[in-house]
């Protein structure tokens, strides 16, 4: 060796000796060629000499014709004909190893080992070695996540329930006129202490004043001077009572056949329904012959939603019945078949009792001695021993408008019949896709709550709305869960009172939840019989008694949902000229988009 390769030898020998690692550099990420297999480093061994006592050792290349260079320990390597990639310089003790390094270098041995063996084979011209592929980073699996949200629903719903420990139930008292509904609801409001002795007592004196004595106490529910003139409800009437044990929102039904719309609307809110029957002799055959009210109720309450009854067998101590068993059982014998035909089971969804509504018998309290034979629970233990309703606190937001006035703001009102809403919260009122917030949200004993859930009958006070642009059966929904808004819907339908026959075009109203629209029958589709098969050809018409698949219309959009999805949404009743002709459910809803309004 010359003497001036010497001192190349020893300049590079001492430029090389002073070259550190720097641990907080960035690392680095090599480029690779398209056509060379992935490259993974390969752990450098313990005995590796440090850099400063030995020269850096020359780098090491493999060519396609296999002839590897000579080199006293494995280095990155790169396969091509002609590059090489040098080593990178990482001694083992230029830095301080943590158990951390140690974890990820043993996890990497065996796949640096496998990626290596599997270049070499593939330079050294074997065609059934596979070139190793880049690893893709992991991505991290969604059970985790899913985990995480559904702790925080529970934890959600729990606190809600926390808040609201009480159940709410919707009861709406229903029957023929003049069957004692309001006052019943009057009485239970007296003795659970939500109207005081001395409004009692006002009203006393006013209805005797009126010449209408025994009708004080459906003055608490029957509000406005019309109602208490004639000593008939008109509207639904709404008051709240509270027991030890459940919240209950009273719905007073008018029990008048011209207010049967009105009626509807406060079945659509309820979760039980009390059937209230006068025992008192020719009441009862006027309301349960053919054209009394307490059929109709009845279906309508089944209909809408109204999954148990309790019939309550009212004004037992008149003069006619005087407690008499014979009567209540006569009641029994008739009103139970016809229940069981509307759908009601008499083992599990019926109950019988007989009360007092005048004297309060049996409606707080047990009948006692004034009805020996009788020895069950009084009105409001059996609401209290009712099975708890399933409600769907963390569902999709469902609140069918029921009523809306001004009020220093746009004030709604409605059942809600799935998810919960907070004060402040962005909501969207559909069909027009209305989007307000909720700024006050007030309970049945008119007191402002923070939050509400599922089965509360509540009002809120929206902003960012006007009252002008709100209808009673819009829909309120969160952003997340719109609910669905058409045109036209594919129903099956049960012809309950036909004057003739129902053919293509047939127009009447639709009740479905709040919402009261009008709209024809445009297709006959398919009839059905008694097994609940259908027809293979369309029907020409339909009459009493049969069951059908028709396509019904709107004149505007209507918001509902079909019946197996949310069953509040997805039945409905048809009324014409003052009659309820039809009942049904909602099977298909039509795209809006290929749908020709009804003219």
Request: aromatic letters at 6%.
């Amino acid at each position: 060796m010359s003497d001036n390769q010497s001192n190349n030898v020893d300049e590079v020998a001492e430029k090389t000796s002073k070259m550190t690692l720097n641990a907080k550099a960035p690392s680095f990420t090599p480029r690779f060629n398209a056509k060379a297999p992935a490259f993974v480093p390969q752990r450098l061994s313990q005995n590796t000499p440090a850099r400063d006592s030995a020269p850096a050792p020359n780098p090491i290349s493999i060519n396609i014709s296999g002839t590897p260079a000579e080199a006293p320990a494995p280095k990155p390597i790169s396969i091509g004909s002609t590059a090489a990639v040098p080593a990178s310089p990482t001694p083992a003790d230029s830095a301080p190893k943590t158990d951390a390094d140690d974890a990820v270098t043993k996890t990497s041995e065996p796949a640096a080992k496998t990626d290596i063996s599997a270049a070499k084979a593939a330079a050294e011209g074997d065609a059934s070695a596979e070139l190793p592929k880049p690893t893709a980073p992991a991505t991290p699996t969604t059970a985790t996540s899913t985990a995480v949200i559904d702790d925080l629903v529970a934890d959600e719903e729990e606190m809600l329930l926390d808040e609201h420990f009480k159940e709410h139930v919707n009861v709406i008292f229903i029957g023929h006129v003049d069957a004692g509904k309001s006052t019943l609801g009057g009485n239970i409001l007296y003795l659970t202490d939500m109207v005081d002795k001395r409004t009692m007592e006002k009203y006393e004196r006013e209805a005797k004043e009126a010449g209408r004595e025994s009708w004080y106490l459906s003055w608490a529910l029957d509000t406005n001077q019309e109602e208490r003139a004639k000593g008939k409800t008109v509207e639904v009437g709404r008051a709240f009572f509270e027991t030890t044990k459940r919240r209950y929102t009273i719905l007073d039904a008018p029990g008048h056949k011209n207010f049967v719309p009105s009626m509807l609307g406060g079945a659509a809110q309820a979760d039980v329904g009390v059937l209230v029957i006068s025992a008192r002799k020719g009441e009862f055959e006027t309301g349960f012959d053919r054209g009394g009210q307490t059929r109709e109720h009845a279906i309508l309450a089944k209909t809408s939603g109204v999954r148990r009854i309790i019939v309550a067998i009212n004004k037992m101590d008149d003069v006619t019945v005087g407690w008499d068993k014979a009567r209540y059982d006569e009641i029994i014998l008739k009103t139970t078949p016809f229940l069981k035909k509307t759908g009601y089971n008499p083992k599990t969804d019926i109950i019988f009792l007989p009360i007092s509504g005048y004297t309060g018998a049996g409606v707080k309290d047990r009948v006692g001695s004034a009805c020996s034979w009788y020895s069950g629970p009084s009105l409001l233990e059996t609401l209290d021993g009712l099975e708890a309703i399933d409600r769907k606190i963390n569902g999709p937001l469902r609140i069918p408008i029921s009523e809306k006035y001004r009020d220093m703001g746009t004030v709604v009102s409605g059942k809600i019949e799935s998810g919960h809403i907070k004060v402040n919260q962005k909501i969207i009122i559909m069909p027009e896709k209305r989007v307000c917030e909720i700024s006050h949200i007030y309970g049945e004993n008119e007191s402002e709550e923070q939050s509400a859930v599922s089965g509360d009958n509540i009002r809120i006070k929206l902003r960012g709305v006007e009252e002008d642009s709100i209808q009673n059966g819009h829909v309120i929904v969160d952003a997340r869960n719109l609910c669905h808004n058409t045109l036209a819907f594919d129903a099956q339908l049960v012809i309950l009172e036909a004057k003739n026959i129902m053919t293509a075009g047939h127009r009447s109203i639709l009740h479905v939840h709040t919402a009261i629209e009008e709209v024809g029958i445009t297709k006959l589709l398919h009839k059905l019989n008694a097994k609940g098969q259908k027809s293979r050809t369309p029907p020409s018409f339909v009459k009493k008694g049969d069951a059908c698949i028709v396509r019904i219309e709107a004149t505007k959009p209507i918001c509902v949902e079909r019946f197996k999805d949310f069953p509040q949404l997805g039945r409905f009743t048809l009324r014409d000229e003052g009659k309820t002709i039809a009942i049904g459910k909602i099977l298909k809803l039509i795209d809006p988009a290929s749908v020709n309004p009804t003219a």
